[in-house]
């Protein structure tokens, strides 16, 4: 099975930094995209940064700037460097992967569990 494990959160001053990292183990065959998705309560999730194949990536507005994704493909992992930080910036943050598992043709979506960022004022 295909597992995203996530670390590196926690809690932080306003205007501090932090970095967050998934690492994709398991049954991999490749890994197109990863992102960073997070979901503040009482708020719908919504996408922070997302890393494409190719190198190229995606932020939200609120984050860019600040925030920067990377990745190793040769370690499964990706990695969101999140600076200056704000009080918004508080959630619960999630690792997504498209992932193909070996023997298998068809990409699909994983998640890891979630991992807590709080900044505070």
């Known amino acids: 099975q295909v597992h995203l494990v996530e670390s590196g959160g926690g809690l932080v001053q306003a205007g501090g930094s932090l970095r967050l990292s998934c690492v994709a183990s398991?049954?991999?065959?490749?890994?197109?995209?990863m992102g960073w998705y997070r979901q503040a309560p009482g708020k719908q999730r919504e996408l922070v940064a997302v890393?494409?194949?190719?190198?190229?990536?995606n932020y939200a507005d609120s984050v860019k700037g600040r925030f920067t994704i990377s990745r190793d493909n040769a370690k499964s992992t990706v990695y969101l460097q999140m600076n200056s930080l704000k009080f918004e910036d508080t959630a619960v943050y999630y690792c997504?992967?498209?992932?193909?598992?070996?023997?298998?043709?068809?990409?699909?979506?994983?998640w890891g569990q979630g991992t807590q960022v709080t900044v505070s004022s």
């Open positions: 997504h992967a498209n992932i193909r598992k070996v023997l298998t043709f068809q990409y699909m979506d994983y």
């Open positions: 890393s494409n194949s190719g190198g190229s990536a």
């Open positions: 398991g049954s991999i065959g490749s890994i197109n995209a």
